[in-house]
């Protein structure tokens, strides 16, 4: 069988990282473009700089070119933040929902055939209804962020309907582990309350930490990501990728403190922005995804935190 | 009560034209944005001219300043055409989706207690699962138009949330009557034949000419825009307007075909893009509306399509 060329568009964020090592571990030859490259974490040695390819996905003609020749396409370049998109909706517009016209636009051109990989977001469901929020759950986005999730979500079957350019969506959870750049708290809750931890930070709880998320290590993510390579069954489908189980900030954060020794949390009132578009408890069915390709997450979440906290502390020293 | 000030965003399409008459002759301030002023029909008398400004949604610092003021908008600007959104997806995405994005910023800063309405479509539904349809039928936009009417539906919906700025959304069916401008086929289906027939040219059928459509006289439309300035009960829903009644293609053309001599019909096989976004049967489920202000069609078929022929007929004269 011929080695596949795999593309990830984003490539050097969190998750992109994360599924360039597994790839490379695979055997797939894998080039990443990336808008900025810069090496705060150890992540890009000689080697992999060879393979990364700095340009934006809001270059068009960048795109037309560079998605030549590529079988699989994970298009996770954006950036993540429903506050920061209710702030600055029109940057929103542009990295998060423009920049995928473009890359289906550059694919019905230039490569039709590639299957593109979209990471849209648990949040297109907004404030869940019922739990497990299952993927038929209505769509209710709250912040622009969403919005344009959900708005990417129909340009990619509506791609594939009328010029049959295969892609797969996958509704993700909450994901934490290893490679997730710190600086703001535009990044996954659960890494920042590690980094909080181990930089000596007190960890701030909004309200009573009641709320339920669904924390999914990245490592049982990148498995589904790697999933899709050979599984049609997934091509025009929509999945959520989630943990399955609730858990709460609360008992989340008394996890970190434990593994952390010296860490401490306290409780604060939630900010206005925040509280508006808290969503509530969400725990993802992944029932779907179990049925039609047989995963589920395979790391505990107390083996989780574990790891996540041992690899942020050893990247710190 | 103080004379409340209207403002028609793209006051002089279809709609807004009708919807200018109705309003004046109500009683109100009304005032008319065009980012084109050009008078092929009459309507652009010397009085009406001097309601009407020439400026663009697109252009912000101009949305900013104009928007100030004003009671209720009408937020018409923008263009039909699910075909050419799929030829050219990003006109599309600035016309149909940026520009109201920045009607929601320029209220946001400068207007915010404005009531804003906005036409939606019939198309966010796509292929329609049953029929009548009803507001809570799953959303499957089958064209980036689509796709962009729905954005934007959660954008107002969205700012009701976290600015209070009201707004009503109607999904509108397929309005016909007088005042649309010819020239392309962009325009309703029903006034394009009607302009067909009267032309002299043979109206084209695609296919056997079966599929249902919910067509609606512009009167009847422009009476539920009417009652959005005093319907606080429509403020941050969602309507279906519409006929509430299906009439095949075939027999809108029969009723054309009988009140202008003269003209005929010939069926044609269906146009690749045209087939691919053919939505099929779609019929209105109203009783929504009906249910919160009392609003059902007045107009007859019959009687809208002679009253149609009547206008476009001495409008060419």
Redesign the interface.
């Known amino acids: 069988m011929k080695q596949k060329n795999v593309l990830i568009l984003g490539g050097l964020g969190f998750i992109g990282k994360n599924l360039y090592t597994a790839l490379l571990a695979d055997g797939y030859s894998v080039t990443i473009v990336a808008d900025r490259v810069d090496d705060a974490d150890g992540f890009l040695t000689h080697e992999v700089k060879k393979h990364v390819v700095q340009g934006s996905i809001l270059d068009r003609d960048f795109l037309e070119k560079q998605i030549v020749g590529f079988d699989i396409i994970y298009s996770l370049a954006g950036r993540s933040g429903a506050s920061d998109s209710?702030r600055d909706?029109?940057a929103d517009?542009d990295r998060n929902?423009?920049g995928h016209?473009n890359i289906l636009?550059a694919c019905r051109k230039h490569n039709p055939n590639a299957i593109i990989v979209f990471p849209s977001s648990r949040l297109v469901y907004g404030k869940p209804k019922y739990n497990p929020v299952n993927e038929v759950h209505p769509?209710?986005?709250?912040?622009?962020y969403a919005?344009?999730k959900?708005?990417v979500e129909?340009?990619y079957?509506?791609y594939q309907?009328?010029y049959n350019i295969k892609s797969v969506i996958l509704r993700i959870s909450n994901p934490y582990g290893p490679y997730q750049k710190f600086g703001s708290n535009h990044y996954g809750i659960l890494n920042w309350f590690v980094h909080k931890a181990l930089t000596g930070e007190v960890i701030e709880i909004y309200g009573e930490g009641e709320q339920k998320r669904d924390f999914l290590h990245i490592d049982d993510l990148v498995n589904v990501l790697r999933a899709c390579i050979h599984s049609p069954v997934m091509f025009g489908k929509i999945y959520n990728v989630g943990f399955g189980r609730g858990i709460s900030i609360r008992e989340t954060v008394e996890l970190i403190v434990k593994h952390v020794p010296g860490s401490r949390a306290v409780f604060k009132p939630w900010p206005e922005v925040d509280r508006?578009?808290e969503t509530g408890d969400y725990i993802s069915d992944i029932s779907k995804l179990d049925k039609d390709i047989g995963w589920s997450p395979a790391i505990g979440f107390e083996e989780g935190i574990q790891a996540t906290v041992r690899f942020y502390d050893k990247s710190r020293t």
């Open positions: 209710i909706p029109y517009l929902l423009k016209l636009e769509l209710t986005p709250e912040s622009i919005i344009h959900l708005t129909h340009y079957l509506l309907q009328l508006k578009i």
